[in-house]
């Protein structure tokens, strides 16, 4: 007699399937403020306009971590650089600069482009809320 049914092993794959389906999940940013979720807070430069934010756990230096992606668009005439904060609930933290360095020939990003950029965070668990700002490098 057989340990698992087809009907039982189907059933398993199909689990493992949609869980790894929901690992990553992507909210696609609203421009109307009360689209937004209540736990989730931007405060971003005028300058600026957050397109995507991405996170989901996965591997990092041999555990699995939560991940940030973000993309920030420039919406201003003029090429600009950002900085860019995450903070969640139970203190965690990360952020950095778009574009991370700055070159002769590129000092930022350039009027109506976008960049994205991905944060390793120390926590385990996908967070409930979190704050992101964008800040305008003077």
Not at 87 to 116: C, M, W
Request: hydrophobic share 40%.
């Amino acid at each position: 007699m057989p340990m698992f049914s087809r009907k039982g092993l189907l059933l398993v794959a199909l689990m493992v399937t949609s869980i790894w389906i929901a690992g990553c999940t992507t909210t696609q940013v609203a421009e109307k403020e009360e689209a937004l979720s209540p736990c989730i807070q931007y405060e971003v430069s005028s300058s600026a306009e957050i397109v995507n934010i991405a996170y989901c756990i996965k591997p990092y230096q041999g555990a699995d971590h939560l991940h940030m992606s973000i993309t920030i668009k420039n919406i201003s005439e003029q090429t600009k650089r950002f900085r860019v904060n995450i903070f969640l609930p139970d203190g965690g933290s990360a952020g950095g600069l778009f574009p991370r360095k700055v070159k002769s020939d590129a000092p930022g990003i350039p009027a109506g482009e976008e960049l994205t950029r991905e944060f390793p965070m120390l926590n385990t668990e996908l967070p409930d809320g979190f704050v992101i700002m964008v800040k305008e490098i003077g």
